[in-house]
Antibody
Framework: QVQLQESGPGLVKPSQPLSLTCTVS??????????WNWIRQLPGRGLEWIGY???????YYSPSLKSRITISVDTSENQFSLRLTSVTAADTAVYYC???????????WGQGTLVTVSS | EIVLTQSPATLSLSPGERATLSCRAS??????LAWYQQKPGQAPRLLMY???KRPTGVPARFSGRGSGTDFTLTISSLEPEDFAVYYC????????FGQGTKLEIK
């Protein structure tokens, strides 16, 4: 059973970078037919896809966030990471990591981590 | 960007009743649609992919249909654990989610 777990600071100051890591267990991040995603949920609102990475390092980002995002992968640690720069209060959200699997959908999710942007 | 519009925003039903949730895409997405269930404090759970396919472990009372721009998720007979928020999501062009339908107990 694949499991994902987000980790990182729960509080970030405005204009600072937000950095989160997702650790994958129960399966290899190098599995074929999968990519690894970050998705966020703004307070009381719906879900917003941020971007994904393949184990090879290839990435694809949401056009609306592209200028501020970097997603990286560490296959040796079975982890992938998100860095979001120049954050504002509008970036306050629950951040999820999720696997996009062979079904063509997000089949495994982390539990989510709340990141609050505040001074 | 492909916009997904879900209706209704809130659906009030009783256990045992049939629920029908709708998702409309702003342009054709063929069958590239998934449905998720989210309960408070939990991550979304995949319920349906490719519009009508159930992952292993999802009860048979959940069914999906549609293609192009109009999709529905049907729960044939509501169980108490089905009351939650449901999201549709498309993968035809990047990934976008609908705004959700809250299924509440009447």
């Amino acid at each position: 059973q694949v499991q994902l777990q987000e980790s990182g600071p729960g509080l970030v100051k405005p204009s600072q970078p937000l950095s989160l890591t997702c650790t994958v267990s129960g399966g290899s991040i190098s599995s074929g037919g999968t990519n690894w995603n970050w998705i966020r949920q703004l307070p009381g609102r719906g879900l917003e896809w941020i971007g994904y990475i393949y184990y090879s390092g290839s990435t694809y980002y949401s056009p609306s966030l592209k200028s501020r995002i970097t997603i990286s992968v560490d296959t040796s640690e079975n982890q992938f990471s998100l860095r979001l720069t120049s954050v504002t209060a509008a970036d306050t959200a629950v951040y999820y990591c999720a696997r996009y699997g062979p079904t063509g959908a997000f089949d495994y999710w982390g539990q989510g981590t709340l990141v609050t942007v505040s001074s | 960007e492909i916009v997904l519009t879900q209706s209704p925003a809130t659906l009030s039903l009783s256990p045992g009743e049939r629920a029908t949730l709708s998702c409309r895409a702003s342009q054709s997405i063929a069958g590239s649609l998934a449905w998720y269930q989210q309960k408070p404090g939990q991550a979304p759970r995949l319920l349906m992919y490719d519009a009508s396919k159930r992952p292993t472990g999802v009860p048979a009372r959940f069914s999906g249909r549609g293609s192009g721009t109009d999709f529905t998720l049907t729960i044939s007979s509501l169980e108490p654990e089905d009351f939650a928020v449901y999201y549709c999501q498309q993968r035809s062009n990047f990934h976008t989610f609908g705004q959700g339908t809250k299924l509440e107990i009447k």
